[in-house]
């Protein structure tokens, strides 16, 4: 039998002379993790999980997403939660490598794999969802000069702020080495290099600060030294970044195992912040081996500077590692994920488990389900959006939730249009994107001034000409809803049937069905896409029946045009 069983199995008979002894007259069990079962998927028949979670994070508590891996039955994507229950929100920009940050109620970015036909590498790609629709979707084509690189963490401080951290490397040129990064502006994506070139683990916006943390080398995996601008003795492995600077925490854990030690996961709320880890899977201790062990931490941000906190449980081993971090909010606890060390690919064939780490570092270990029990994967992400709320994805996408059975928490169902529907498509990232903070310049000329026409003719020359008729269509004014939609506010001369065409450069972005129309005031409402803004409106008219009579010198609608005059 191995440890890690043994362990188990005294943990579970611990807990069954307890329950014996308590009695019939017991108080009320404590808040456990409960399976929770997904919904049959469209189109089957059982309830299956949902494959490997990339990342699990909650705007609200009736408002979380979920990105997973998908099988060969839930395609790869992003499932939603309501308050009620869980749906597919997006059948793009997912992956069990697909990280969220959420920019605003309605907006948020993944870390995805790029769109067809380009490679199709995890990490290489960033979706941006807005209003329910994938507004932007980013990528480089091989050969490019200033490549993406993997990313493998990402978090906003304001929409117009986001930052995705990735491997380290350099730049196609060879001239910017480090860690890779990407940040948005809010208007366009922009690469930089830490020049400390440890791989990013983690993102995390609290209290204004954007803190990241690190393993040892390059990336996951790999044996060799990183590059590094400036010398550590031991690793630095927290940085903080400010604009576009990155600075070393002076944060270093007690215990380092010959440079062995790294972090894998942060997490903050409006109380503290997390940062947690173990053994290294990276850098120079591993030379010899994949993993390179030591007992589990967790380190607590408090006052500003970071602190570690003396983790000493005989259950853990110094193979487990606390691979994910859930902050419980109002407190100064968390729920930490903890698996193998050395677990770097699905580790499907294992069991749950998750501890519970008080303020002074006592931990709670506790198995989900038993070794005798179907594998329903190790325990793989975890997010906690309240205090009496919490929730765990296993590598096999099976989902369980800490809640207390007799006062189970109850939310308002959302009902957001933007997390409604399943979203299927993402914009053509060989195209230039960009969302910009206001509309275009109206340029369609639909409420520019006439045209004066000059008319060079002979001096002795007089030509009546006939006034045209007036434009059906006139007091045109165009406003910007929520959608975003363009509202085209007008007057009609008489009853016609109207279309409004939306084009950006020679291709129709967006339209109106040709509709009859009666005379007066009227407005029609398009709905538009601000990664295709169109950049020309024009009218489609149908069933003008005007008449217009031959007009002589002297008739009310002549006018006579002179040599170098102008029609007026």
Known sequence: MSARRARRLRRALLAAALLLAAGPGAAPAAPA?????????????????????????????????????????????????????????????????????????????????????????????????????????????????????EMTAAACLAPHDCWFGGVGGRDGTGQRVGAFHLHWDGTELHTVYNPQGRAVSDLLAHDGQLY???????????????????????????????????????????AFADGGTELR??????????AVGGGAVSGPATATALFSARPPLAARLDGGSWHELPIADPELADE??????????????????????????????????????????????????????????????????????????TARGYLYRLVDAAAMPSYARDDDPAFAGTIAVRPNEAAAQAVPDAPPEDDSGLQAPPVQLFLPLPA????????????????????????????????????????LIAARGGRVVARTPLRRLRAGPRALTVRVSRAHWPTRLRFRVTGDHRRRKPCRPGDPEAITTRAGGSAR
């Open 33 to 149: 993790w409960e399976a929770v079962p997904m919904p049959i998927p469209p189109g089957g028949v059982f309830r299956t999980p949902l494959g490997q979670p990339g990342d699990l994070s909650f705007w609200s508590p009736n408002r979380g997403l979920m990105t997973v891996g998908g099988n060969n039955t839930i395609p790869e994507g992003i499932y939603a939660w309501n308050g009620q229950q869980w749906h597919p929100l997006a059948t793009v920009c997912g992956g069990a490598n697909a990280r969220i940050a959420w920019a605003g109620p309605d907006e948020f970015w993944t870390i995805a794999r790029p769109s067809l036909p380009r490679p199709q590498q995890p990490g290489l790609a960033l979706c941006h969802f807005q209003d329910g629709q994938v507004v932007g979707s980013y990528s480089t084509p091989e050969g490019d000069p200033d490549p993406f690189r």
């Open 212 to 254: 990241e943390s690190t393993l040892v080398g390059r990336r996951a995996g790999d044996h060799g030294d990183p590059d590094l601008q400036d010398a550590e003795d031991p690793p630095l492995l927290l940085h903080r970044i400010a604009g576009d600077q990155f600075s070393s925490e002076s944060f270093v854990p007690q």
């Open 265 to 274: 996961a942060l997490d903050g709320n409006a109380t503290t912040a997390w």
């Open 320 to 393: 487990d590692v606390f691979a994910d971090v859930a902050g419980v909010p109002g407190t100064q606890t968390a729920w930490v994920v903890v698996r193998g060390g050395d677990v770097l690919g699905d580790g499907g064939d294992l069991q749950p488990s998750v501890a519970h780490v008080a303020a002074d570092g006592r931990t709670d270990l506790q198995a989900l389900e038993s070794d005798d029990a179907p594998a329903k994967g190790a325990a793989w992400k975890i997010a906690c959006p309240a205090a009496d709320d919490c929730w765990m994805a």
């Open 460 to 499: 002795d020359f007089n030509l009546p000409v006939c006034r045209p008729l007036p434009s059906l269509v006139t007091h045109v004014a165009v406003t910007v809803a929520g959608g975003p939609r363009l509202v085209v506010r007008f007057r009609l001369r008489q009853s016609v049937k109207v279309a």
